[in-house]
């Protein structure tokens, strides 16, 4: 990299921009001329990084990758020791500069629409921008679209504890499509978050209020008088904070959870009376499910 200047750096692009989706045509040739610019190091994480000259009376030198390393000399007189530390401040200030380029060319060689997707969390980390480009990749390869929309258009609001859990939820499933290069504007995102609510009257009511009062204007507002609905319903039905704003279908009772085993008809007084087993006697059964059957059949 020493011989080129940065307008030789920026005149070196990949033909084919990244889309999410070109993984395995991209990376050979982004890696290619990577190498020929001499960046290939800042992705293999394989280089020289000068330590810092051990401070007069130190046994070890200190590791300038260490996170709670503060780059400030020891005090000291010792006037070789900070020479050699200021040489180690130049020679690291290179090594940050030379990150910021490659991490700088790779993301000029996506396509703008996915750029966004890697800014904020890889920034200056060239690293950790590959990585998570094939990261992305190999995960669109597992993920199936249509499982994925079929997910959000399901994801329904009483199938979680509280409004933040479903709305994460929500969140978790659109991430997903975006790595499969389906995106969910808003338009959408506020069809499936009010087609998703209970159906309930007191939720059909807040619905309603919710679109006569032009508060659906974007799925944030209407997340956000979600969220203030539901403190208002924990309050009023006594529901903790931290306990399911929708319980689980009710649990049904001992003599409901199951089919009742005692056979009874209805006599033509309306009342159910209990059948009398013609072979034991014993009311409850019949015949042909009498339990006493291996001592009268014998």
Not at 18 to 25: A, E, S, V, W
Not at 186 to 211: D, G, Q, V
């Amino acid at each position: 990299m020493e011989g080129l200047d940065y307008s030789e750096i920026a005149s070196l692009k990949t033909k084919t921009k990244y889309n999410g989706r070109n993984y395995t045509t991209w990376a050979p040739e982004a890696e290619t001329l990577l190498r020929q610019l001499g960046l290939w190091q800042y992705i293999t994480g394989i280089f020289c990084v000068r330590r810092p000259p051990a401070a007069p009376g130190a046994s070890t030198a200190p590791d300038p990758l260490d996170p709670n390393y503060d780059f400030k000399p020891q005090s000291s007189t010792d006037q070789a020791y900070l020479y050699q530390f200021n040489c180690f401040l130049t020679e690291w200030g290179k090594y940050q500069v030379k990150l910021e380029v490659t991490w700088g060319w790779i993301y000029s060689t996506l396509e703008p629409s996915i750029q966004s997707r890697y800014r904020e969390d890889t920034l200056a980390n060239p690293k950790k921008l590959w990585e998570s480009i094939k990261a992305d990749f190999e995960k669109m390869i597992k993920l199936n679209t249509y499982n994925e929309m079929e997910k959000f258009t399901l994801c329904k609001l009483e199938s979680y504890p509280s409004v933040t859990e479903w709305t994460s939820a929500q969140d978790a499933i659109i991430r997903n499509l975006a790595i499969c290069d389906v995106k969910v504007n808003e338009h959408l995102r506020k069809f499936y978050t009010l087609s998703n609510l209970p159906k309930s009257i007191e939720w059909r009511t807040f619905t309603t209020a919710l679109e006569l009062n032009d508060k659906t204007d974007t799925a944030a507002n209407i997340t956000m008088h979600l969220q203030s609905f539901e403190v208002s319903l924990r309050r009023d039905k006594g529901i903790a904070p931290d306990a399911p704003l929708f319980s689980s279908k009710r649990a049904r009772g001992k003599n409901n959870s199951k089919r009742s085993s005692v056979s009874t008809y209805t006599n033509s007084s309306g009342q159910q009376v209990k059948h009398t087993c013609s072979s034991c006697g014993e009311k409850g059964h019949k015949k042909v499910k009498c339990p006493n059957k291996d001592k009268w059949a014998s």
